[in-house]
């Protein structure tokens, strides 16, 4: 029965929030809107897993309403790796993965978007994760599965 619930949330007007969507809307258009549904997400590019503690940053900090943005389309074609418990929040230097840039300044954008209990990120490599941030991968995604 979840399904009718989410049909209804996501043809709401675009500045009415649903009890379970995780954004505001500013300067008269709606913000990345991430919308929960059980252990479902729905990223603005298409993706529908939940990453750790990830989120729409709010608008009370100030800061950029867009910053996850980019993370997981649904066809999995960059920023598709979920990466959960990030021990090495600061560290901009990406020394394991030549394939992707070197150096990767997320420390703000990870705590602004995540909390500290478990800091979450979308990673375009399983490397950054690993090598660079110190977390865990919890999921990679597949298109179709994202």
Not at 4 to 30: E, K, M, N, Q, Y
Not at 55 to 70: C, F, L, Q, V, Y
Not at 108 to 127: F, H, K, L
Request: charged share 15%; hydrophobic share 35%; aromatic share 6%.
């Amino acid at each position: 029965m979840r399904v009718p619930a989410l049909s209804l949330c996501l043809a709401s007007l675009l500045f009415t929030l649903c009890p379970t969507t995780h954004a505001v809307s500013s300067l008269g258009r709606t913000s990345a809107v991430i919308t929960t549904a059980g252990d479902e997400c729905l990223w603005p590019r298409g993706g529908k897993r939940c990453c750790g503690t990830l989120r729409t940053p709010g608008a009370k900090s100030g800061w950029r309403n867009d910053e996850t943005d980019h993370c997981f389309p649904a066809n999995a074609g960059d920023h598709y790796v979920c990466c959960v418990d990030i021990q090495s929040v600061g560290n901009a230097q990406n020394t394991a993965d030549p394939s992707v840039a070197r150096y990767n300044p997320l420390e703000g954008p990870i705590t602004r978007n995540s909390d500290a209990s478990s800091y979450s990120w979308c990673v375009c490599s399983v490397s950054i994760c690993l090598d660079q941030l110190n977390g865990t991968v919890a999921w990679v995604g597949k298109p179709g599965a994202t």
